[in-house]
């Protein structure tokens, strides 16, 4: 039986030379947490099953630094390797499989061009495609939109766009199935409600999706605790659980982590 | 030396740092004249099963003749299925044969491709899985699995909605269809033990 994997993430700001990986809270205030290369290097020894790198800075010029950074983890970090931010041809992430990574996240040139899931999907295989979506909660009942309940009342999930500053109108659950109908292998869903919140994780959203899709769901946003990742797993069907603040600051680790899953049920690779 | 065949498929980067890593002293070889100096022979493998076995078919002289000569050799994830006949993902195309029976698709129901880290069962403990235990976890993508006529060269499987050869061991030919380079610590132990065996 696949085992629930546990995946942290590192959002890389490239406009310094070697990146550095900061954290925002709510898509905003941003903190510094280390140097993406040696942050991974400590993940993997602790125990990750699969690491996320995201350029927050997401600029062509910027795609060398990146490359950079993948390489140097890739001499010494052996396990799979995601890597997104800004990738919108084939051409752009052949650059980047390259330099060693496995996956590559693709959020706003998906949502604008949805075709380019299924020409990295043709070349590279659908494993090697995660469709990144960052869902907005909307307390409206609209015509055409996924109601979904919630404790907090009935809502819609917006797709935004642009690492949270604009909004595409798109229902988020109806883009995921859309996004796999298309070649993604897998889906990273993160709710912009929880995300830097550490509320814990969008159990409604993660749930609704993972029952609509047949592939992975990695569920992320909010998660401040190993008691969110036990929700997460126990409540839905999601694959994986991403975290970032979590690791970078607080005072558990991946390890740690996967014994108190493991300990209460859940499977987990320790 | 050991050889990395390069036959135009995909990143073999992972599996160059990861031989790297174990102290082995890994080539990436495009031409098949110089797998015959090779100590120990790696054959990667992403993508689908027709195109590895046409763009691998200019090697095949040369990959039988170091396996006949006892070379070892590792095949890893399609890397195993091209040693099967046939593959239920792209009839009409030849495998090696080296491994008599087929590959054959994942069953209806579960998910494909199977992505992510599966448990090992052992079924015939090989010098390949040293220091490997019951229920180590290893990293898996595919869609598609060998079912060999004989049983005995299956040294291990995992469980995705029927039981799955994880690796095969046959004379010098070991091969894996989850990823050593992508599984940590256990799946360095596994190149580990190969590159062990180029030296003995």
Partial sequence: MLARRIIPCLDCDLGVPGGRVVKGIEFKQIRYAGIPWELAGKYYEDGADEIVFLDITASHERRETMVGVIKKTSESVFVPLAVGGGIKTVEEAREVFNAGADKITVNTSALKRPELISEIADRYGNQAVVVAIDAKRRYALEDGRQIIKTPQGPCWFECSYYGGREFTGIDAIAWAEKAQSLGAGEILLTSMDRDGTYDGFDIPLTDAVAKRVRIPVIASGGCASPEHMLEVFQRTDAAAALAASIFHFGEWNIGNVKNFLKERGVNVRV | ?200
């Avoid at chain 2, 073999?12 to 110089?34: G, Q």
């Avoid at chain 2, 495998?95 to 491709?113: A, F």
């Avoid at chain 2, 005995?152 to 909605?161: D, K, L, M």
């Avoid at chain 2, 029927?162 to 610590?185: C, M, R, W, Y």
Wanted: proline share 5%; hydrophobic share 40%; glycine share 12%.
């Fill in chain 2, 1 to 200: 030396m050991i050889a990395i065949v390069d036959y135009g498929m995909g990143n073999l980067f992972s599996i160059y740092n990861a031989l790297n890593r174990v102290s082995a002293n890994p080539k990436i070889i495009d031409d098949p004249e110089s797998l015959a100096s090779a100590d120990g022979i790696v054959v990667p493998g992403v993508g689908a099963f027709g195109r590895c076995m046409d763009r691998l078919s200019r090697f095949e002289g040369a990959l039988l003749q170091a396996f006949l000569e006892g070379t070892p050799m590792l095949g890893i994830c399609i890397g195993l299925q091209v040693l099967f006949e046939q593959s239920e993902e792209s009839p009409g195309s030849k495998g090696l044969g080296w491994i008599k029976g087929n590959v054959v698709r994942l069953p209806e129901g579960v998910m494909i491709p199977q992505m992510g880290w599966n448990s090992l069962s052992i079924i015939r403990p090989v010098e390949m899985l040293e220091g490997i235990a019951e229920g180590d976890m290893f990293y898996f993508v595919h869609s598609y699995y060998g079912v060999p006529t004989d049983k005995s060269v299956i040294s291990a499987t995992t469980h995705h909605g029927v039981d799955v050869t994880a690796a095969i061991a046959k004379d010098n030919l070991f091969a894996t269809q989850f990823h050593p380079e992508k599984s940590g610590v256990k799946g360095l132990k596994i190149l580990e033990n190969f590159v062990r065996s180029t030296r003995c």
